[in-house]
């Protein structure tokens, strides 16, 4: 059965949003760059299901970015919080779902403007990694 890459890529991103929800409820102070690292490490994973993984560089200052923004959406999610305190946590797992979910369907649309219904084939050196 053939799969490709935008099916196999959006597998992935699903898998991520769970574990950005599973980690936005652990209540640590690293909470946000723990999702930062998540976030990019789904980045050069789907680059890497396309073929076209990220270079050092753009990892790092992707990683960096998403920190930035982090800080600004677990604002968001303590404003929200004090609305409705006892839904802090669902609140905060909702968040992380959602953006983790937007940016890997964001990349996911990058990849596929540059290598529109590519197939997958790389499964085993994904396996390996």
């Known amino acids: 059965m053939s799969i490709t890459c935008r099916q196999e890529a959006l597998r992935w991103v699903h898998r991520y949003a769970a574990a950005g929800a599973v980690f936005a409820a652990i209540p640590l102070p690293v909470t946000t760059a723990g999702l930062a690292t998540i976030e990019t490490h789904m980045i050069g994973f789907i680059g890497s299901i396309y073929g076209d ?20 959406l677990k604002w968001a999610a303590l404003q929200l919080c004090t609305f409705v305190p006892v839904a802090g946590i669902p609140i905060k797992m909702a968040i992380s779902v959602g953006v ?6 964001a990349i996911i649309d990058h990849y596929e403007r540059k290598y529109p219904g590519k197939q997958f084939t790389q499964k085993s050196e994904l396996e390996q990694s």
């Open 53 to 72: 993984p990220m270079s050092g560089t753009a990892t790092a200052a992707t990683g960096g970015t998403l920190a930035i923004a982090g800080q600004g």
């Open 100 to 105: 983790i979910e937007g940016i890997g369907h």
